[in-house]
């Protein structure tokens, strides 16, 4: 399926959802609380109806798994007893019903549950990356600060100005002060500086090409074109990597003005970035990885 059609088929699905929800409430506000009740109870029946012909199919395929594994040895049985465990099988039945009875609620939990796991986990990948890459780029980088555009805000009480600028890297010495003498400049940089930028960047960069994959086929299970899911994933992390990186511009000097260690500097920008990213993304990933079945329904 090519662009233009995969997007011509969402327009659809998407239409289609509205009116069918639309219709859905209409209906009922014209019923009375009593017609009301019973329609709800009825397509309440028909959703538990479902799920118990699911877990009938469910039984049979776990009997018939059983039987085909009397006489097996070794990880492949140990991983089937393991799976008919008391807690695993409550937990899968009681995450079946749920899924059944609401259908949308439980896809949105599903989405939000794996989508925290994988960008938590490329975060702390980040934050790994950070804390060793900075130093393979040597003293020199770590000596020449990037800080852009370079906007004085305010003067402080010991005549310091806070700067901002949306790519905001000054250089720090051994304390994590930011220092402006280069004759200053010592052994004692720790960081900062173009050196801490590229190494951001880089960090960054590399734990979207992991956090791309598992994102499409995994939280959104989507199967569109992955050129151009991958071409508006980049044009988006472009665009949110300024928007925080503005954010953080404004944060570094403060933290760098209160004395806040490097490690803890770094961890925090992680996680503002990250942590903004993420909340933008989880949307922008609702729309470029439609759901293949949905999109073939729509057809």
């Given at each position: 399926m090519?662009k233009?059609?995969?997007a011509?088929?969402?327009?659809?699905?998407?239409?289609?959802?509205k009116?069918?929800k639309?219709?859905?409430k209409e209906?009922l506000?014209?019923?009375?609380?009593e017609?009301?009740?019973?329609f709800?109870?009825?397509?309440?029946?028909?959703?538990?109806?479902?799920f118990?012909?699911?877990?009938?199919?469910?039984?049979?395929?776990v009997?018939?798994?059983?039987?085909?594994m009397e006489?097996?040895?070794?990880?492949?049985?140990?991983?089937?007893?393991?799976?008919?465990?008391?807690?695993?099988q409550?937990?899968?039945?009681?995450?079946?019903?749920f899924?059944?009875?609401h259908?949308?609620?439980?896809?949105?939990?599903?989405?939000?549950?794996y989508?925290?796991?994988?960008s938590?986990?490329?975060?702390?990948?980040?934050y790994?990356?950070?804390?060793?890459?900075p130093?393979?780029?040597?003293?020199?980088?770590?000596?020449?600060?990037?800080?852009w555009?370079?906007?004085?805000?305010?003067?402080w009480?010991d005549?310091?100005?806070?700067?901002?600028?949306?790519?905001n890297?000054?250089?720090?010495?051994?304390?994590?002060?930011?220092?402006?003498?280069?004759?200053?400049?010592?052994?004692?940089?720790?960081g900062?500086g173009?050196?801490?930028?590229?190494?951001?960047?880089i960090?960054v960069?590399?734990?979207?090409?992991?956090?791309?994959?598992?994102?499409?086929?995994?939280?959104?299970?989507?199967?569109?074109?992955?050129?151009?899911?991958?071409?508006?994933?980049?044009?988006g992390?472009?665009?949110?990597?300024?928007?925080?990186?503005?954010?953080?511009?404004f944060?570094?000097?403060?933290?760098?003005?209160?004395?806040?260690?490097?490690?803890?500097s770094?961890?925090?920008?992680?996680?503002?970035?990250?942590?903004?990213?993420?909340?933008?993304?989880?949307?922008?990933?609702?729309?470029?990885?439609?759901?293949?079945?949905?999109v073939?329904?729509?057809k």
């Open positions: 090519d233009q059609e995969l011509k088929q969402q327009k659809l699905l998407k239409e289609k959802e009116e069918a639309k219709e859905r209906k506000k014209a019923m009375t609380p017609e009301r009740k019973a709800l109870d009825e397509e309440k029946a028909e959703r538990i109806k479902s118990e012909l699911a877990e009938t199919e469910h039984a049979q395929k009997e018939e798994k059983r039987k085909s006489n097996a040895n070794g990880w492949s049985k140990f991983w089937f007893n393991f799976g008919q465990t008391a807690f695993l409550w937990f899968r039945k009681t995450w079946s019903k899924s059944h009875l259908p949308e609620g439980s896809k949105l939990v599903y989405q939000i549950f989508f925290i796991v994988f938590e986990g490329v975060t702390i990948w980040q790994l990356v950070m804390l060793f890459l130093n393979a780029f040597g003293l020199q980088l770590a000596q020449t600060p990037f800080v555009p370079e906007v004085a805000l305010w003067d009480s005549g310091t100005k806070m700067i901002f600028g949306i790519f890297e000054p250089v720090r010495d051994a304390n994590g002060a930011a220092i402006t003498d280069s004759a200053l400049f010592s052994n004692g940089v720790i900062g173009l050196g801490n930028f590229i190494a951001f960047e960090a960069f590399t734990a979207q090409v992991i956090n791309f994959p598992l994102q499409r086929n995994i939280t959104f299970k989507s199967k569109g074109n992955p050129v151009w899911q991958a071409t508006w994933y980049f044009i992390w472009v665009l949110i990597s300024i928007f925080v990186n503005a954010v953080w511009g944060v570094n000097p403060l933290c760098m003005h209160f004395g806040v260690a490097k490690a803890l770094d961890l925090l920008k992680t996680f503002i970035t990250g942590g903004l990213s993420m909340v933008i993304f989880f949307f922008i990933f609702k729309i470029i990885f439609p759901e293949e079945k949905k073939e329904e729509a």
